[in-house]
């Protein structure tokens, strides 16, 4: 879509893939590199189930479920 806005003459690049990349390598060189083909993928939203749900099924194209979670805010303690 953004290259059909700017043209033919704009290369985009994606830092998603090249992250993803460098995230194989460091992976397979400390051995921790998983070969599950079938992997058990958890969502977890701290705002809505359902807003996520359905945003997360259109970019994935398929349906998933959804937890929420609540983190308390804490001021640290220097005592």
């Known amino acids: ?7 033919e003459d704009v290369t985009i690049i994606s830092s ?8 194989n390598t460091m992976l397979q060189h400390k051995g921790i590199l998983s070969d599950n083909l079938n992997p058990e993928h958890r969502f977890f939203t701290t705002g809505s189930a359902l807003s996520f749900e359905h945003i997360a099924e259109r970019w994935l194209g398929y349906h998933i479920s959804v937890d929420c979670v ?9 005592l």
């Open 1 to 7: 879509m953004i290259k059909k806005e700017l043209g």
């Open 70 to 78: 609540e983190f308390t805010y804490k001021k640290c303690s220097y």
């Open 16 to 23: 998603a893939e090249e992250t993803a990349i460098e995230l």
